[in-house]
């Protein structure tokens, strides 16, 4: 049957649908966590800055190695479904060890495991949802999955503010409840997501791991995504600028709420907006609007300005990471999609390992300050070489939208 011909949900083909829900569930169970492991680091286990950001970058880097093998396993075997599942399996058992974690190490491990899930699963469920929705509807279809993942990131934090409450600000309880909707998220992947339909590769033609399959169009846009990536330091430099400028440990998960939630509600219309009016263009603007958060991060002295910058880089992120997966959508061969939005996500992501270590060495080295003025200039120039981009791609039409 094919996947695009079925009765829609929403106006989206039922496996965007069900992709989305499975990311709503998985990152109500990791937004519990995520904006508690710096407070629980540094104030539990008395963890520095620049190890917080040794920790964050070694699980992302090491997860990431796993996103191009998984993409490209998945177009050779030709499946998907399953490769989702593992993943979000895989990082289902990450919760148990951070609700037992009494050391950094700990920690580490229990990220390690959980980033490890995320890389098996990222580069197949992309391809479904890429093979799932005609190319008009690409921006529309990936920004409804990031809006979905990214209330279930609203839902995590505010869950996470209420049971610090009720329970007295025991993290590891926190912990250990998570577990729960991650399981919903790996049961919905079982019942609901089906394979897309299209021909398993013949034993004579099976992709190889290389980059020959793609042109100089895709490789200069992962090059600009991935040196963007190295002044986009973890955002538990921003939890803990948060903390510095004054916000209350029991009011972080609020504030990291707030940012969800207009990521949330902004990734849909923008999507809607870069199908109809070209993807380059909210992309670019995406980029500038980095650069002006993290300045503003670098200047800011009050509660109140947190507060309008979380909310701002939210609209950034509703206006870049379901909109350049559908760009890179559109450049990339047919038969090679898993593996193109493996080597994305794997470039940019060990990009994240350089720039969590070098967010915390500038941060206790020089100041917070530099931390967020260093991923501003990078921004920058990633803005003035996507321009480039644009400029080539009005000569050559085939570039994307």
Request: glycine share 10%; aromatic share 12%.
């Amino acid at each position: 049957m094919n996947r695009k011909n079925e009765r829609p949900l929403l106006g989206l083909n039922r496996n965007v649908f069900f992709a989305g829900l499975v990311s709503f569930f998985m990152d109500v169970s990791s937004e519990m966590i995520y904006p508690l492991v710096p407070l629980f680091l540094a104030s539990v286990l008395g963890a520095n800055k620049s190890l917080i950001g040794l920790i964050e970058g070694i699980a992302e880097s090491v997860a990431s190695l796993l996103k191009v093998f998984s993409g490209w396993s998945s177009d050779r075997l030709g499946h998907r479904k399953y490769l989702m599942a593992v993943g979000y399996g895989v990082s289902t058992l990450s919760r148990p060890i951070m609700g037992l974690a009494g050391a950094w190490q700990h920690v580490l491990g229990a990220r390690i495991v959980d980033r490890l899930g995320k890389g098996i699963r990222t580069a197949p469920r992309d391809a479904i949802i890429a093979e799932s929705t005609e190319t008009r509807q690409l921006a529309r279809a990936f920004s409804f999955h990031r809006s979905m993942d990214t209330m279930g990131a609203v839902v995590g934090p505010l869950l996470a503010l209420l049971l610090l409450g009720f329970f007295r600000s025991d993290y590891r309880k926190v912990f250990w409840i998570s577990i729960v909707p991650a399981v919903l998220a790996v049961l919905v992947i079982f019942l609901f997501i089906r394979e897309t339909d299209r021909p398993l590769p013949s034993r004579l033609f099976r992709p190889r791991m290389t980059l020959k399959h793609f042109d100089w169009k895709v490789k200069f846009f992962i090059g600009i995504a991935t040196l963007f990536a190295l002044g986009n330091s973890s955002d538990v430099f921003l939890i803990l600028r948060a903390g510095q400028i004054g916000i209350r440990p029991a009011m972080i998960p609020a504030v990291y709420l707030l940012f969800n939630l207009v990521y949330s509600l902004s990734g849909v219309p923008f999507g809607m907006a870069a199908d109809r009016y070209g993807r380059k263009r909210l992309i670019l603007i995406g980029f500038v609007l980095f650069a002006l958060v993290y300045a503003g991060f670098a200047r800011a002295e009050s509660n109140a300005a947190v507060w309008v910058l979380f909310a701002v880089y939210g609209l950034f992120m509703g206006l870049t990471e379901g909109i350049q997966k559908a760009f890179l959508a559109t450049i990339i061969p047919a038969d090679f999609k898993a593996t193109a939005f493996g080597v994305y996500a794997t470039a940019v992501g060990l990009a994240m390992f350089p720039a969590s270590l070098i967010g915390g060495w500038l941060w206790d080295r020089f100041s917070p300050a530099a931390t967020f003025y260093f991923g501003a200039s990078t921004a920058g120039l990633s803005a003035l070489l996507f321009l480039g981009l644009i400029v080539v791609a009005r000569k050559s039409p085939e570039v994307g939208t």
